[in-house]
């Protein structure tokens, strides 16, 4: 019977050879002398043995010379079996599952038939099996044992002695180092067209660089980025929808630079168009305010260090709000003063869109620098009454707006304005109470202070929607950083006062408040997580509930 001999693989992939020694008549010259005692048929069996042990050992020498060398062969280490891997399920198979199967792949029915050191890789753990198969010895030997995991370990040496001179496809063993050396010829080959640590193909014949022409399905690539060019008026540079910006005087139908102007203005004087007006350097004073529906402006910029400085109760108004983005105001700066107690001094009524704007209030009766505004951005105000101080009063949409409130009975900074973004501002009354944020909605990274001398301070008052905002409310009295506010998230409030302070007092739908400074008696007072449930309240504890203390 002729078989087929497997070679144990340096590859990774079993390597099907015919072999020039046939085992098979090896054990069967044996069992033949052990059956009939014959011995010459013995000394035949010992001496093929002999002659395939030499071949054995000559392939050991191999293996053994190959294992001194690795750097270009360590891709090469094999799983080490001679018949095909299998998954048996579980780390240890049972030895007659390993026996069932040799005998099935090599088609035999006498295990003493499976060669002895016959080798299964189980895939379930990578663990390779050697069987010892001695039928000759006391006593005999069937075992198949585990040979531990199917890894090769080269040393990380040279093996420039072994050339390509070989291209066998029968391995014997006279044959089997031609083989070898051949193979490793052909890696090393392979292995020298491509750099050791980059892998890039080195230039050279057999590694031509590839033209970017002859690569398919390449990206498109950009031109070069260029700088913008103002003064462009086509290709890349060019930029579009350019602003139309102001830069001179021309551009506007009427210039403030005089107490005269200013007078002719304020009172609509005929012959002059005041659509768009330009205040220039200096400060121009008038006893009456602008109407400036009535005069017909719609866009007012004022000059770095101009002034209008108003000695009447009305500074800047619209009869109503203007609603059209043709109506803005740029760099104001507006003084309105009253001595009437029961006049109001404003210095911006009915105003929209207005940037980068300053306002002064101060009389003897009620101040408000921003009445019914809009849009306002970068503005500051300050109000100084003997009555009552107001500051931003029914505006909407601010954003970075600052200001100070002072007033002896009452102060505000901030009074029902709605979308308020990184405002501050600062409340003092000297007598009554003082706000800085009161009756407001929807409040975002807002800051504030309250103080009051001999009454109390509330930072922010009856203001719904805030969020990530802070503030400390001071005062002789009963003090709060939040009073009777609603739907706060991320807020930090701190009260103190000579009487009570809080940094919260009935105040609901909170997440996540926490205090800032200690206050005067607690953080929470009769606040709750929710809406018209008493049942959840702020604790002023480590936890907090859903607030951190």
């Excluded at 001179?165 to 292995?191: F, H, M, N, P, Y």
């Excluded at 060019?229 to 005089?258: C, H, M, R």
């Excluded at 609603?323 to 003084?335: F, I």
């Amino acid at each position: 019977m002729t078989r087929e001999l497997l070679i144990e693989p340096l590859s990774g992939q079993p390597m099907l050879l015919p072999a020039t020694i046939d085992p098979v008549p090896l054990i069967e010259a044996e069992a033949e002398a052990r059956e009939k005692g014959d011995e010459e048929t013995l000394e035949a069996a010992n001496t093929a043995i002999g002659t395939h042990n030499s071949s054995t050992e000559a392939h050991t020498d191999i293996r053994t010379s190959i294992s001194n060398n690795t750097t270009l062969i360590k891709a090469l280490q094999g799983v080490g079996g001679y018949l095909t891997a299998h998954d048996f399920g579980v780390a240890v198979p049972l030895q007659q599952a390993l026996t069932d199967y040799a005998l099935e792949q090599i088609a035999i029915t006498d295990p003493l038939e499976i060669f002895n050191g016959t080798k299964i890789k189980n895939t379930f753990n990578n663990h390779v099996w050697v069987l010892a198969n001695t039928p000759d010895t006391t006593p005999p030997v069937f075992e198949w044992i585990d040979d531990g995991d199917d890894v090769v370990d080269v040393p990380n040496t040279s093996i420039a002695d072994i050339s390509a001179d070989a291209d066998d496809a029968v391995v014997t063993s006279g044959t089997l180092v031609t083989l070898l050396k051949s193979l490793s010829g052909r890696i090393k080959a392979l292995l020298a067209r491509f750099h050791p640590t980059t892998g890039h193909a080195h230039t050279g014949a057999d590694s031509p660089k590839i033209a970017y022409s002859n690569i398919t399905d390449t990206p498109d690539i950009p031109a070069a980025q260029v700088n913008s060019d103002w003064n462009a008026t086509e290709g890349v540079a060019q930029i579009l929808n350019k602003p139309a910006i102001q830069l001179s005087t021309p551009v506007y139908t009427f210039i403030v630079d005089s107490n005269e102007a200013l007078a002719a203005w304020a009172n609509n004087a005929a012959g002059n168009d005041y659509s768009h007006v330009f205040i220039k350097k200096g400060t121009w004073t008038s006893d009456k305010g602008v109407n400036l529906s009535i005069a017909g402006t719609k866009v007012v910029v004022g000059d770095v260090d101009s002034l209008l400085n108003f000695t009447s109760k009305d500074a800047l108004m619209y009869s109503s709000l203007p609603t059209s983005p043709e109506y803005w105001m740029l760099g104001v700066n507006v003084v309105a003063f009253s001595i009437d107690q029961y006049g109001v001094a404003e210095s911006y009524l009915n105003c929209t869109n207005l940037t980068n704007c300053t306002g002064t209030s101060t009389g003897t009766g009620k101040c408000c620098v921003y009445e019914n505004c809009t849009n306002l951005t970068n503005c500051a105000g300050y109000s100084t009454s003997n009555s009552y101080g107001f500051l931003y009063t029914s505006c909407k949409n601010l954003t970075n707006c600052t200001g100070t409130s002072t007033g002896v009975k009452s102060c505000c900074v901030y009074g029902f304005c709605k979308n308020l973004t990184n405002c501050t501002g600062t409340g003092n009354s000297t007598e009554s109470t003082g706000y800085c944020y009161n009756q407001c909605t929807n409040l975002t990274n807002c800051t504030g202070i309250s103080n009051s001398e001999k009454n109390s301070g509330y930072c922010y008052s009856d203001c719904k929607n805030l969020t990530n905002c802070t503030g400390t409310g001071t005062g002789n009295s009963w003090s709060c950083c939040y009073y009777q506010c609603t739907n706060l998230m991320n807020c930090t409030g701190t009260g103190t006062s000579n009487d009570y302070g809080y940094g919260y007092i009935n105040c609901n739908i909170m997440i996540f408040c926490k205090p800032g400074a200690a206050s005067t008696t607690a953080t929470y007072n009769m606040c709750y997580m929710h809406a018209s449930s008493m049942t959840d309240p702020v604790a002023d504890t480590a936890e907090g509930g859903w607030n951190v203390s």
